[in-house]
């Protein structure tokens, strides 16, 4: 018996391990598939393809996805070929990416939600598309967004652009998917791809990502190079990754990372280049002295959060309640510098592109545009941000520096910088949102929980990582870790160390609504 039980079990060691599913894979579970031959590149692009064929514009309908790529087939099929002539480029070889459409890639349209920039196709790569095709890694399409990174209209509503329709959240179809990486975060979370790339200026990558139920890291401005990327701030827009795991986040990064002489504030990028997922090391937490920020927030939030910083605890980090110090006018500055760059930063990109392909030259001519098509492009919200922007003086107005130098201050010196240097603090730790507010096609974005974690980590530029926390009346919410420039590396530790002990597995089953429990039944109405 015992050697029929041996002989059983050689027999089931030699089989092969069949491939995970494809809308649960991982960058890492996908990489050792592809590596095990397992499954293809090739087989499964073409599995992505009909699963968004079956739920982003059918069944729930999300409309994460605006275009996708004609040729992913065919670069599977020569990534696969490399692979068989032992040709690896890496963990992200034959690996399908999908990129926000604010992104370049040759070969496919860059509209950031809009239709003025329909058929701005110029040809060319960004530094972020060039090196994910170094990498080995296969554009498979472009996600939807909050139209031009939600900076047209101040009630806007997240998730929608006139390009994509709105954005649905799969945790609850009704509910916001946030903004403005809206259609990165659906479609990573809905098992389209195993990771997207998003853009953040404030908040556009860590509130979906938190969301979702996903992993997602703004990382220090002057990481990831800017160029071709549809802008609003030279001052604070990154690129970053949204993942499912925080290994994947740390593969994505360290494939981002580059020094391009068109965006200056990335000359000393290479130095901070490294592979930071084989660096994951989840000990180095037991080390640390984490600064705990707190806020109101709902008693089911603030029971979640407790329950992940009782984990922190147990990991041996030393936790430290801070107190967050004066920031008065940081956020009015900020939204200052943001008018005036987003006016110089969008004409020069505007420029750029062919004048046969995008008739709009200037941002005066895009406000024009959307007067011209208000069905198409207004039916839910204006553009007086737009307006307010077009209205600034150049960068030389000494308002903006001032504005420049105030917000700046108030983010990095007096901020973050203060509250990690007074407790000698390696991060700091809070929540990231709060869960999905109700999509209201009316009155826009109606959310009043906690979200003044993005703010000095965005205007300082400062790394900041969301890491999923666990589910608050069946929606997600995250539990952010930030710290000082370039210490990617330590919040990366820090989150992987909690991934790893809180153990959480978050995936959506696309409900019409939040089911809210009869003990809640009648309030609010």
């Known amino acids: 018996m015992i050697r029929f039980a041996c002989i059983l079990a050689a027999l089931l060691w030699t089989l092969p391990v069949a491939a995970q599913a494809v809308e649960d894979a991982t960058i890492t579970t996908l990489s050792a598939d592809l590596a095990a031959g397992r499954t293809s590149s090739e087989a499964t692009v073409r599995a992505l393809l009909k ?123 009704d509910r916001t998917t946030c903004g403005s990486s809206s259609g990165s975060g659906a479609a990573v979370a809905a098992g389209f791809a195993p990771g997207a790339i998003g853009s953040e200026t404030n908040g556009s990558i860590i509130c979906p990502a938190s969301m979702m139920g996903l992993v997602g890291l703004k990382p220090t ?4 190079p800017r160029s071709h990327i549809v802008p609003i701030s030279h001052s604070q827009d990154t690129a970053g990754p949204m993942t499912r795991t925080v290994r994947d986040a740390a593969i994505l990064l360290s494939a981002l990372i580059a020094s391009d002489p068109t965006d200056p504030v990335t000359a000393n990028a290479m130095a901070h280049a490294r592979d930071y997922a084989a660096a994951l090391d989840p000990s180095a937490i037991a080390k640390m002295r984490i600064g705990v920020l707190r806020n109101g927030a709902q008693p089911d939030l603030l029971a979640r959060y407790d329950a992940a910083l009782a984990v922190l605890k147990g990991l041996g980090a030393t936790l430290v309640e801070v107190k967050k110090p004066p920031m008065e006018g940081m956020s009015a500055a900020s939204y200052d510098v943001l008018q005036y760059e987003f006016k110089a930063d969008l004409n020069a990109y505007l420029a750029s592109t062919r004048p046969d392909q995008v008739e709009s030259r200037t941002l005066a001519d895009l406000i024009a545009f959307n007067a011209a098509h208000p069905a198409q492009e207004m039916p839910l919200f204006g553009q007086e941000i737009f307006a307010l922007s077009q209205a600034k003086k150049g960068l030389d107005d000494p308002a903006y520096t001032a504005a420049r130098e105030k917000s700046l ?16 603090l390696d991060l700091l730790v809070t929540i990231s949102y709060g869960p999905a507010w109700p999509s209201d096609t009316v009155w826009g974005d109606q959310y009043e929980g906690p979200s003044g974690s993005t703010g000095p980590a965005a205007i300082a530029g400062y790394p900041h990582l969301t890491v999923p926390m666990g589910l608050v009346r069946g929606l997600p919410v995250g539990l952010s870790f930030i710290g000082a420039p370039y210490k990617e590396q330590r919040l990366l530790d820090a989150g992987y160390a909690y991934e790893q002990a809180a153990n959480l597995k978050l995936k959506p089953d696309f409900r019409a609504t939040v089911d809210i429990g009869p003990e809640l039944e009648g309030i609010g109405r």
Do not use: C
Not at 124 to 132: E, K, T, Y
Not at 221 to 224: A, D, K
């Open 51 to 173: 699963r968004i064929a079956a739920m982003d514009r059918k069944g729930p309908r999300l409309n994460s996805i605006i275009a996708l790529n004609p040729d992913a087939i065919a670069q599977a099929r020569v990534l696969d070929t490399e692979r068989r002539a032992g040709r690896i480029r890496g963990p992200l070889h034959g690996v399908p990416i999908l990129l926000k459409d604010n992104i370049e890639a040759a070969g496919m349209s860059t509209t950031a939600g809009s239709l003025a920039l329909a058929r701005n196709a110029p040809g060319r790569d960004s530094p972020v598309a060039a090196a994910l095709k170094a990498k080995g890694a296969i554009i498979l399409g472009k996600t939807n967004l909050s139209e031009w990174a939600n900076f047209r209209s101040e009630r806007s509503m997240s998730g929608w652009s006139a390009m994509g329709g709105l954005t649905r959240n799969p945790y609850a179809l």
């Open 221 to 224: 401005i002057g990481l990831i």
């Open 409 to 424: 201050r108030l983010a990095g010196a007096q901020g973050i910088d203060a509250m990690l240097a007074a407790d000698r």
